[in-house]
């Protein structure tokens, strides 16, 4: 990845952080309103994110949908990236210890609680679903050790932006590039450490089903937790409709004792984590980032085999 900080890097830079500062006078749901409005004009300037959304649709939910449901889950997918844009500018300052209830409900968060509390270390996974920046936020703003795995931006002046208002209320962050050195050391000590677990691993990585087609998924995050011996939660942040209100919920745990009787158990809390993220983004596919290349790498295909690796 290339790192920009060239003059077009910071007129986007400015564009970018005028536009977010407009946002701060207006309240969130009105801004939440024009995000959307934005997405249309999006759609109609760069209509082929729309349609590679269409293509991951079609590929995912087959004849389960009519193109017509296709286009408008696409449409709507785009509305929600446009909304997330603007939660990531103005969530930070109206959501902390004392405000968080206003906006987001805990939905079968009861045991994570307890696991959190007994401070031995949680590692957390999402998907690029909903609001998910919202969960470490959360979490950080309760005051608990939260650390989060982060990919930077490539333009390197809007990065130290978001850096800095990840961590207004305590959130560290880890590069996703050498995440792993520091990430044992943050488990073990008692913190909790998310990833976004539906990422393309390139042909390295660990190929697993997701919504039915292999999908290249990160071995490290199930070689974590089989180094350190700690639970994976699997959670999101749902978005009610339009406006600034969520659920934040706990999709599975997964255990140690489940994956030390699996025959591979790498492969087994891969599959497991990915198969609870399929879940939560089918209870509602509009939230989902059907734009990202989530199988952008192919398994190779065996030499006289006639299968894949």
Same mark, same amino acid.
């Given at each position: ?9 910071? &007129?986007?830079y400015v564009a970018i952080?005028?536009? *977010?500062? /407009? ?19 999006? !759609? ?16 995912? =939910? ?7 449901? &296709? ?35 805990? /939905? ?10 007994? %401070?031995?270390?949680? !590692? ?7 609001? =998910?920046?919202? &969960? ?7 005051? *608990? ?75 490290? !995050? ?9 639970? &994976?939660? /699997?959670?999101y942040a749902r978005r ?5 209100? @969520?659920? /934040? ?5 997964? @255990? ?6 699996? #025959? ?26 059907? !734009? ?13 085999? %006639?299968?894949? #690796?």
């Open positions: 990845m290339k790192r920009k900080s060239n003059l077009k890097a910071w &007129i986007q952080r005028t536009v *977010f500062a /407009v946002m701060q006078a207006f309240p969130i749901d009105w801004n939440l309103r024009t995000g959307r409005w934005l997405a249309w004009v999006w !759609i109609r300037l760069q209509p082929r994110y729309r349609d590679r959304a269409m293509t991951h649709l079609a590929s995912s =939910f087959g004849r389960n949908l009519t193109p017509a449901e &296709i286009r408008n889950l696409a449409n709507r997918s785009l509305e929600c990236l446009a909304m997330w844009a603007v939660e990531v500018a103005c969530m930070p300052r109206l959501v902390n210890r004392f405000t968080w209830s206003r906006y987001i409900n805990l /939905v079968n968060f009861e045991e994570v609680l307890g696991l959190i509390v007994e %401070g031995r270390g949680v !590692i957390m996974v999402t998907g690029h679903y909903g609001s =998910f920046e919202l &969960i470490g936020h959360l979490l950080a703003a309760f005051g *608990f050790n939260m650390t989060a795995v982060m990919r930077p931006l490539d333009n390197v002046y809007l990065n130290e932006y978001l850096v800095s208002t990840r961590r207004m209320h305590g959130l560290r962050l880890l590069d996703k590039k050498g995440a792993m050195r520091d990430a044992e050391s943050v488990v073990r000590s008692g913190g909790l450490l998310s990833f976004i677990g539906d990422q393309d691993a390139g042909r390295k990585g660990l190929f697993v089903d997701f919504f039915g087609r292999p999908a290249s998924t990160y071995k490290s !995050i199930g070689l974590l937790a089989m180094t350190t011996g700690r639970p &994976i939660v /699997v959670g009610y409709g339009n406006v600034a209100r @969520y659920d /934040v919920g706990v999709q599975r745990i997964i @255990y140690p004792r489940e994956w030390e009787k699996q #025959e591979d158990p790498l492969r087994w809390i891969t599959e497991s984590y990915t198969s609870a993220v399929e879940e939560f983004v089918r209870d509602d596919p509009e939230q989902y980032l059907w !734009i990202h290349r989530r199988w952008k790498s192919v398994p190779r295909v065996r030499r006289g085999s %006639g299968g894949r #690796e």
